[in-house]
């Protein structure tokens, strides 16, 4: 099996720490960077997750600080259902941890360069870092072989207001920037993971029991468990960023897929960060996004419980 590039770009909570666990710990997946962004939690704590995650995958792997608030928009994180650590605030020692040298948007541009052609960007929180990246350098959108963003909303409702989900909606004008960068993108709606990647309180103690990383990518779901029980009336905590990780690792994970026109709403208030998705092809405009309207659980699930329960690996850093 071939080894594949990613690097990913993370807003370092609970979910996304799941999806790292699972990048990290595939074999066929050399992880050259993480760079981190505001967005669940302010950066320094999105940091330290990321530190700590790649440190109890038995990693080496270079994790690097981007931008630490939205292009024009006060942060607004989602603490209130992550934890205020991110990470549910279940104790974890989340601090002390030293990242790497180097500014995440220009790791991006350094390594799209070098691996041009090869890599894939995984995003799993607002497109801050990379909008910057491509308006510093417009050929990154060339150099990324295939870009994956966990983001917006194929079909349905929002998870942070009716009409967008939460990392289009915190910083809408990078989402703009890179959905209109002529960018290879599949977006992974939100809407995916609500009805593919829920996991009830059974399922969830299945998966805690598979290993001691299984456990831990449950544990951390405490706050995420509650909010989507009270909040987004679900069964159980849903988990966005490893659905998208895992048709980033696998594609035909996807099981319904179609090149569409999308655009971000920037203006509107009421409707901020939506993605718009021209599913009837009534605006003429050329289709710009490879949208999943759905995947298969069975597919996520098996790509889930194989990271939780592989044999450890130490990477060296690229």
Same mark, same amino acid.
């Given at each position: ?49 990321? *530190? ?130 002529? *960018? ?22 299945? *998966? ?56 971000i709403e920037t203006k509107s208030e009421l409707t901020r960060g939506q993605s718009v998705v021209d599913h009837l092809r009534s605006t003429g405009k050329e289709p710009n996004v490879d949208v999943v309207l759905d995947a298969s659980r069975e597919g996520f699930l098996r790509l889930l419980h194989a990271a939780v329960q592989a044999e450890g690996r130490t990477?060296?850093?690229?």
């Open positions: 099996m071939s080894e594949r590039s990613f690097v990913i770009d993370t807003d370092t909570a609970s979910d996304d720490a799941v999806a790292l666990v699972m990048a990290l710990r595939h074999p066929a997946i050399r992880v050259e960077a993480i760079t981190v962004v505001a967005g669940n939690v302010p950066l320094e704590q999105g940091t330290q997750n990321a *530190l700590y995650t790649v440190e109890r995958c038995g990693c080496r792997i270079p994790v690097h600080r981007g931008v630490a608030h939205p292009l024009l928009r006060p942060l607004q994180t989602a603490q209130f259902c992550h934890g205020e650590d991110g990470m549910g605030d279940i104790g974890l020692p989340l601090s002390g941890r030293r990242p790497a040298d180097g500014h995440a948007v220009d790791v991006l541009m350094d390594i799209s360069r070098r691996l041009a052609g090869r890599l894939t960007l995984v995003t799993l929180g607002p497109l801050t870092n990379l909008a910057v990246a491509l308006a510093r350098e417009p050929r990154v959108a060339q150099w990324i072989e295939r870009c994956v963003v966990m983001g917006g909303i194929g079909f349905g409702h929002g998870n942070i207001v009716p009409a967008a989900e939460y990392n289009l909606w915190v910083d809408p004008e990078a989402a703009k920037i890179v959905f209109e960068s002529g *960018l290879r993108m599949t977006m992974v709606g939100w809407d995916v993971s609500h009805r593919r990647a829920t996991f009830t309180a059974d399922e969830a103690e299945s *998966l805690g029991r598979l290993s001691e990383l299984g456990a831990f990518c449950v544990e951390i779901q405490k706050g995420l468990r509650e909010f989507g029980i009270r909040y987004l009336k679900q069964e159980g905590f849903d988990l966005p960023d490893p659905m998208a990780m895992a048709v980033a690792l696998d594609p035909s994970v996807a099981t319904d897929t179609k090149r569409l026109h999308v655009e990477l060296d850093s690229p």
